[in-house]
């Protein structure tokens, strides 16, 4: 040990920092991994810092040790080193003979030396003591709107990104957080590793990628071993093991691994668990979940976000997605367990599939599916739909076409005219900027080509996951008209309680608070019942139900955003049988001469013109989007003028202010992490501010309506021009505009 001596070390110095290292190695122990490796560098101040790594590669696990410990060194700010230490753990020694040499190797390309080495053969471990010449490092540079270069803030991303890899079983998320660490990227550790994604009423969307605040397999193994908790609270053992989960999946990159990851966690736990065996459209899981009486059901699926994007959709036991108080119960249960649990009995980690055989439920599910879909919807005799014009068809690159085909096909329809770029499923959507039908001519212009190129005359578009649909139709001066999802919601509307047999009293009709009150106006006009809900399909299902308990037989529900849900088939919205009850409107309209536009200008003649204005401006910044709400609150001395229009009252479902109640307090749920403000104007305009809860987008949603359409369309307008101007000032915050 003259050497120790040479570089003024003790033995003891030597032992002490192999025991910080072989402690930093416990520290990191995760069961999938072949190696776990800890390092712990003695300072010239005379501390010792320690880091670790787990990986299925020594070489791997030890160069990220190594870069842990040394980047925990430049934030307490020490420069000079006198000793390293590396301990490697082997699961199986036999299989790693000469971790040492490795060790040689790493320190050598690090600049450290010399190296001596001893290992114990009964414990499979490799020490390495090595004192070194300074350490050379590169200068820290740190973007100073992201955090200021405290030491206690870079200790506390370096702690998060060694955590991370701690635990991350995906080799892919795992480089990308060794990315990071080799050049000293703080920002994207700071800000993917250091704030976990929320947990809410929509479950999870985000973008996926390495840390805590995106999808990936670990967040998604903590979300479900969270959930797994929280239904064996609720319901125990065996009544889990009885009724248990479906899972289902859409075609988005990593969607089926994340499915099956999240099966394997529930068959860990001991709760049945239903997975299909390929793809399903969103509407599949919560009506499975009643029809296999199931505890929850969760769909893996971003529906149409952009491709980057995944998502954790989660139903309860009535087929309804959760509201409060599930969605805080399960987030306290994920939190409270986060460390990953071996998978190994059921999860294959390299090919990210469950090891045990799947039981083959789609088929049976689509055909149970189709026969109460036919039986509940259809109203024409199959003769007249088998007369009907042909309808193109698109699913935006998703998972649709084989749904909406075969109920189509099953009414008595020819099959759809598909647009074949877009027909099989493809997680990259390569033809459209943004998957979503609702976006427009940019969504659609392939739809227009088809249907030109095949004389068609209606387009039905599903989103990416089938659970929205939108409608287009050919005008006699050989133009396209989109309908939006409210004049879509209108024809539904209309069409379900003029069909009706049953007493109006007992119908009821459900949309959410920022769709058009035109349906309140039919319901009234038929003597049918309306409520309306916060915005989100949770709020609808939920408030159905309610409905249904109370006696009303409810014929249709819908929100603005293109998501409707046709009676009682599927607890949500549902594109299918959406696009089913339309085909079928229209071979009825076709039949008498007329199209969806005259039947439109119909409705507004016998029930008035309420016209709406919708639009959204992007904003990728949570505190800009609270800047602007807090700006219009202004302390909460509220606007009472938005350019020349005159505002009645105010409600803020984000502080649960109403300035119509008598004691000021909203009817409407309110949630503090949403943004929501409406405006209720004197001349009897409405506009409706928000944040969305999926997406990066300030959304606002005006409208006004009058016996006159030339007068209602003027004032729209106009206050749609006060609003951007007044209210949301899109260039003084630099908001972002949606591209074609």
């Known amino acids: 040990m003259e050497i120790l001596k040479e570089y003024g070390l003790t033995h003891e110095d030597a032992v002490k920092l192999n025991e910080y290292a072989i402690k930093a190695a416990d520290n990191c122990y995760a069961p999938y991994s072949n190696f776990h490796v800890g390092a712990a560098i003695l300072t010239d101040s005379g501390k010792i810092i320690t880091g670790g790594n787990v990986e299925n590669s020594s070489y791997g696990a030890t160069v990220c040790a190594e870069r842990s410990a040394v980047f925990r060194l430049k934030a307490e700010g020490e420069k000079e080193i006198r000793a390293i230490s590396i301990f490697i753990r082997a699961k199986d020694y036999s299989l790693y003979p000469t971790p040492c040499g490795m060790c040689r190797q790493v320190l050598s390309e690090f600049g450290f030396f010399p190296i001596i080495c001893c290992k114990s053969p009964t414990t499979y471990i490799v020490k390495t003591v090595s004192s070194m010449l300074p350490y050379v490092f590169r200068s820290l540079t740190l973007p100073s709107h992201i955090f200021a270069p405290d030491p206690k803030k870079i200790i506390e991303v370096i702690d998060s990104a060694e955590y991370w890899l701690q635990l991350d079983p995906d080799q892919k998320t795992r480089q990308e ?14 800000k993917y590793l250091c704030k976990r994604i929320d947990f809410g009423t929509a479950g999870l969307r985000g973008e996926m990628g390495a840390g805590f605040s995106r999808m990936n397999y670990m967040v998604v193994q903590q979300t479900s071993q969270g959930l797994a908790k929280y239904l064996l609270d609720v319901f125990g053992q065996e009544e889990c093991k009885k009724r248990g989960i479906v899972v289902g999946y859409d075609g988005r990159h990593n969607s089926k691994g994340f499915a099956h990851i999240s099966a394997a966690v529930f068959k860990q736990h001991g709760i049945r668990c239903i997975l299909f065996e390929d793809y399903v459209a969103t509407p599949m899981v919560p009506y499975s979940t009643i029809k296999y009486n199931c505890l929850a059901g969760v769909m893996v699926t971003a529906s149409h976000n952009p491709k980057q994007d995944n998502g954790y959709k989660l139903y309860w036991g009535n087929g309804a997605q959760i509201i409060e108080p599930h969605d805080r119960n399960i987030r306290d249960s994920i939190n409270k367990n986060l460390p990953l649990l071996d998978l190994g009995e059921f999860y294959d980690y390299i090919g990210c599939v469950l090891k045990s055989p799947l039981e083959p439920i789609r088929e049976k599910t689509m055909a149970l599916y189709f026969e109460e879909a036919v039986k509940k919807i259809q ?76 004389g068609c005359d209606l387009v039905l578009a599903n989103d990416p996951d089938a659970d929205r649909l939108a409608m287009a139709e050919k005008q006699k001066d050989g133009k396209w008209r989109i309908f939006t999802g409210d004049q879509t919601g209108t024809i539904f509307a209309y069409y379900f309680i003029t069909t009706y047999k049953g007493d109006p009293k007992k119908a009821a009709m459900v949309a959410s608070t920022v769709s058009s009150k035109m349906i309140k106006g039919i319901a009234k006009k038929f003597g049918a019942k309306f409520d309306e809900t916060l915005t989100g399909f949770k709020w609808i299902a939920n408030k159905v139900l309610d409905l249904e308990k109370a006696g009303y037989n409810v014929l249709f529900s819908y929100e603005e955003a293109i998501g409707f849900c046709v009676g009682d088939i599927v607890r949500d919205k549902d594109g299918i049988t959406a696009a089913s009850c339309l085909a079928e409107l229209y071979a009825q309209l076709t039949a008498k001469g007329m199209t969806f536009s005259e039947y439109l200008e119909a409705i507004y003649k016998d029930v008035g013109y309420y016209l709406t204005k919708n639009h959204y401006f992007l904003c990728y910044d949570p505190e800009k989007m609270k ?36 004691d000021k307090k909203a009817i409407l749920p309110t949630s503090k992490s949403t943004q929501m403000l409406t405006f209720f104007f004197k001349n009897g305009a409405i506009c409706t501010i928000r944040g969305s809860g999926t997406e990066p987008k300030l959304k606002f949603y005006i409208e006004h309506n009058d016996a006159d359409k030339q007068k209602a369309t003027e004032v729209l307008t106009r206050l749609h021009r006060a609003i951007v101007d007044n209210f949301l000032k899109p260039k003084y915050y630099d908001l972002g505009f949606p591209k074609a």
């Open 177 to 190: 957080v060794e990315t990071w660490i080799a050049h000293d990227d703080y920002a994207s550790m700071r």
């Open 379 to 454: 109203k024409n005799p199959s003769e007249l739909n088998a007369k009907c014009k042909n309808i193109v068809y698109t699913a935006m690159h998703g998972v649709g076409y084989i749904f909406t085909k075969a109920l189509l096909t099953k009414l008595g329809f020819k099959e759809p005219i598909p647009v074949k770029e877009q027909i099989i499923p493809d997680p990259e959507f390569p033809t459209v900027v943004y998957p979503n039908p609702e976006e427009g001519e940019g969504a659609l212009n392939l739809s227009f080509k088809t249907a030109n190129e095949s």
């Open 627 to 662: 800047a602007i709400f807090d700006a219009i609150r202004n302390n909460g001395k509220y606007p009472t003028m938005c350019g020349d229009f005159e505002i009645e009252h105010i409600r803020d479902l984000t502080t649960g202010y109403d300035s119509a109640q008598t």
